[in-house]
């Protein structure tokens, strides 16, 4: 069973940067590597989602959040820029293996233990 694994996270002031990175501990091949944040009480929403052919990213985040890969497939990126203090969550990174749908968490096969983003006024 490959696991996600995720760094980064942590505590920053509003308009810091934080970067999170995925790295599955098995090969994987998938059509999506997704970012999740959940907040108390809220389903998980995406954030942004790596594909082949380009990234999505929801609306809040665009311009703001960037999700790249590494050459080789092995390691996902999501680079935080601008952050607000509504951007405080718990951050999970997803593998997709399907194609289908990039933004709903049904959809993923394997998750990340999340990561805690704490984004203070």
């Known amino acids: 069973q490959v696991q996600m694994r995720e760094y980064g996270g942590g505590q920053v002031q509003t308009g810091g940067s934080l970067t999170l990175v995925c790295r599955p501990s098995g090969r994987l091949f998938p059509e999506f590597m997704g970012w999740f944040r959940q907040v108390p009480g809220q389903g998980r929403l995406p954030v942004a989602v790596w594909s082949w052919d380009s990234p999505f990213y929801a609306n809040s985040v665009k311009d703001r959040f960037t999700v790249t890969a590494d050459t080789a497939k092995t390691t996902w990126t999501l680079q935080m820029n601008s952050l607000r203090p509504e951007d405080t969550a718990i951050y999970y990174c997803?593998?997709?293996?399907?194609?289908?749908?990039?933004?709903?968490?049904?959809?993923?096969?394997?998750w990340g233990q999340g990561t805690q983003v704490t984004v203070s006024s």
């Open positions: 997803a593998g997709k293996i399907s194609s289908g749908s990039w933004s709903d968490p049904a959809g993923y096969d394997y």
